[in-house]
């Protein structure tokens, strides 16, 4: 089994330096929030799309059903006309 030393990394010496490292990592760290931000804007529009779609295929579906329902109530008058009126004892 082999051994492994940890990797020590060198820490700026000078206060100057250590700013600018520090810097450099907070600008980095921006960018990527950033990047990480404009994907989520685009993920929302996405989303944004599909559920106008979703709302268009829900409107034409209550459409269709209230379409079903006066066809159904319509065949139902129509059915008892054609038994005539009611027999009673």
Do not use: C, K
């Amino acid at each position: 089994m082999e051994r492994r030393m940890a990797e020590i990394l060198r820490f700026p010496a000078r206060p100057d330096h250590r700013l600018r490292t520090a810097l450099r990592s907070l600008d980095a760290a921006l960018a990527d929030q950033q990047a990480a931000l404009a994907q989520f804007r685009a993920e929302l529009g996405s989303l944004r799309q599909s559920v106008m779609g979703l709302q268009g295929s829900v409107v034409a579906y209550q459409g269709n059903l209230a379409r079903l329902s006066q066809d159904a109530r319509s065949g139902a008058r129509e059915a008892r006309s054609w038994n005539g009126p009611p027999i009673t004892g």
